[in-house]
């Protein structure tokens, strides 16, 4: 089963080592395959839109390319869009929920946030046209670790917290889809680099009940390495003593330092149970979509 058989993907990993950049990559992807596709950021991110020139993030799906949309959901909007749904009138819920009293006992509610943004995705992956799903994919740029974590497992938490009832009965719902490998997939992004693949790792072994999905690890920025046989530097080295390779040697080292350290990476990551895709390093400044065309491609 690849990557892209499943309608819901969520991608995540430490913070900064290229979740957005592999969402973004997936989805484009999964666009050109045809599959009408919605990549939605979580926390009220915007990093999307300008990926594709687009000037703002939106609340509701804006079109991006053929077949590719993208949306931001923030915590708030979640709420008020799940309290809406069950009392029907948007002026209800602002003279309700939005008041000073009741405002911060609706913030309050831990795990909420969490949970409603996973139900927007949820109430996305049910929107049906003409009895046809709205989206074929769903990709989720989901919070960095440790929050991501938190969030996949806030309907859970919020199960657990209210027993029975309307509450429980949505989040029992939103649970089920989250944890069908059929259904839902993680992505787990890192780096060849210690601290990145200690987190992945990490990450993986607090999954405990959800490792199942895990679909993909990608690494990501990988150097290509200075050349075949990393073995056989320090005899090619040891016969380099004249002063004017003194600053190609010293560049070699560096690169083969790296690619040692890539591949004590890769070789650490061989214990994830799912397929692992290494992704180049884009030498561009700035990364456009000719780019994440390119690493979606070695997504597929
Ligand atoms: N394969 C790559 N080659 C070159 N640059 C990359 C690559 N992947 C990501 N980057 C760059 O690294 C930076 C971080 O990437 P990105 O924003 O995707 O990370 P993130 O995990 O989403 O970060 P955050 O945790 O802040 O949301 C960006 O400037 C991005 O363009
Ligand atoms: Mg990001």
Known sequence: MSVLDRRVILVTGKGGVGKTT????LAIEAASQGHRTLLCETQGS????????????????????????????????????????QVKVRAIYKMVFKNRIMGPFVDGVPGLHDLVQLGKVFDLERDRTFGRPVWDKIIVDAPATGHGLTMLDAP????????????????????????D??????????????????????????????????ALCVLNEVHPAP???????????????????????????????????QQTARDRLGVLPCPIVELPIETTRRLGQTQLERLGRRLR
Request: proline share 7%; charged share 25%.
């Open 46 to 85: 915007t990093r999307v839109p300008p990926l594709f020139h687009k000037k703002e993030a939106t609340y509701d799906a804006q079109p991006l390319a053929p077949n590719l949309f993208t949306l931001t959901i923030t915590g708030e909007r979640a709420i008020e869009d799940y309290i809406v749904q």
């Open 156 to 179: 859970r938490a919020m199960m657990e917290l209210t027993v029975a009832g309307p509450f429980h009965e949505a989040a029992r719902e939103v649970h089920e889809l989250f944890v």
């Open 227 to 261: 050349f075949g046989c990393l073995d056989a530097w320090p005899d090619a080295r040891a016969a380099m003593t004249d002063p004017a390779l003194t600053e190609s040697v010293q560049l070699t080292d560096k690169a083969v330092a790296r690619a040692q350290l």
């Open 22 to 25: 592999v969402a973004a990559s």
């Open 181 to 214: 490998p059929k259904k839902t997939g993680i992505v787990l992004v890192t780096l060849p680099e210690e601290m990145p693949v200690n987190e992945t790792l990490d990450l993986h072994e607090r999954l405990g009940s959800y490792r199942e999905q895990v």
